[in-house]
């Protein structure tokens, strides 16, 4: 076997082990975004090879040379830091399938105005909160179910997606969370519920001012808000508390060389 060989084959037993932790917990419908930063595009082609889909990346430049040179049947989800002026290299983007991380509305609407005419799916998009409140992770307050969460920052983001960027659809919310576990006292993992709180008072809000019916907010489809958490250390804990979106990097590709 040769060296090629040799990764390709220990790439697809971990997919293949991480798939079937996924599918043990969450039968239905959950879907794994392999995080594929610092790979090379040989690991990613082999894992689209098994059928593998969604990847997510965390730079510009790197999803951009990466996506040039990988089939565009792949589904790319950003999941890094987005600044205002590169939304026009990822808009570019023909199969770029959704931007996880979106916290401001210059953004948003420089990604609106950036989609190429010749796109006619939206561009699904994820709000990062900040669930575990660190300085050293980004994203909005969470909602907590007050009266304060009409005017939050998280809210205002989504009517401004809803009312004035046609070309998104707002799918749902994603957080890192705490590396440390922060367990609340019936063993939930504290991040987790946060964003699951969140995530129904904005339902909530958004059904009152907007309607609830899938077409201008929620996943295409099923109109609900979708919850992107869990990583390689803990997306079997995010799915049981109700994940849709998990996503792996170590587990199916190994550790990362530090950048
Ligand atoms: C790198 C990264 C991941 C994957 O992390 P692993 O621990 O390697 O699974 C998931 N989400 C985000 C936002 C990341 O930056």
Not at 120 to 140: A, M, P
Not at 185 to 199: P, V
Request: overall charge negative.
């Amino acid at each position: 076997m040769s060296t090629a060989e040799a990764r390709n084959a220990e790439i697809l037993e971990s997919l293949a082990e991480v798939r079937a932790r996924v599918k043990l917990v969450a039968p239905n419908s959950a879907t794994l975004v392999a995080v594929s930063k610092y790979k090379p595009a040989s690991d990613i082609q082999a894992c689209f090879d098994d059928g593998q889909l969604d990847f997510g990346e965390n730079y510009v430049q790197e999803l951009e040379d990466k996506a040039k040179m990988l089939p565009v049947e792949i589904r790319w989800h950003f999941i890094g830091t987005l600044q205002s002026n590169k939304a026009k290299v990822l808009a570019a983007i023909p199969n770029l399938y959704s931007i996880q991380t979106l916290t401001s509305t210059k953004a948003a609407t420089a990604l609106n105005k950036s989609l190429p005419p010749e796109r006619t799916s939206r561009l699904n998009i994820l709000i990062q909160i900040n669930t575990s409140g660190e300085d050293s992770k980004s994203g909005l307050d969470p909602l907590d179910a007050s009266a304060s969460d009409a005017d939050a920052e998280a809210t205002q983001l989504a009517r401004h997606i809803i009312t004035a960027c046609p070309r998104l659809r707002l799918q749902g919310l994603m957080t890192i969370g705490a590396l440390e576990q922060s367990l609340t006292a019936g063993d939930e993992n504290a991040d987790f519920e946060r964003l699951k709180r969140t995530r129904d008072a904005l339902a909530k809000l958004l059904a009152e001012e907007f309607g609830a019916d899938g077409e201008r907010w929620g996943a295409e489809g099923t109109g609900r808000l979708l919850l992107s958490m869990g990583m390689s250390s803990d997306f079997e804990a995010a799915l049981k508390a109700g994940s849709e979106i998990v996503r792996v990097g170590t587990g199916i590709f190994g550790a990362r060389a530090k950048k």
